[in-house]
């Protein structure tokens, strides 16, 4: 099973780009359906983008167009490249991978969790 570590939150202000990965530890990350979750104080872990293990990729409508998830299967790495930010995107965002996972597959069916990154964009 593999282990997940995010990075590169951080406080950006409305409009700012912002990217954040997900390295997994591991030699079956290719396997996996990997997706970002976000979760706001107070409030359910939503999801966000998942790219499964054919690079297809599907985003929850908020962030169509602003938000672009990808993988690097040689770096075992996820990426969300975030664009256009809004202060409703402020949430701590979560990795996590499901191994032979679809792009259709709930949120509680995900059993490989990172740690979370906060990601702040102020008005």
Known sequence: QVQLVESGGG?????DPLSLSCAASGRTFSTYTMAWFRQAPAKERDFVAVIDTDSNTYYV???K???TISRNNAKNTVYLQMSSLK???TSVYYCAALQFGSMFSARD???VWGQGTQVTVSS
Not at 11 to 15: D, N
């Open 11 to 15: 406080l950006v202000q409305a409009g």
């Open 61 to 63: 409508d908020s962030v």
């Open 65 to 67: 167009g602003r938000f």
């Open 87 to 89: 202060p409703e995107d």
């Open 109 to 111: 069916e995900y059993d």
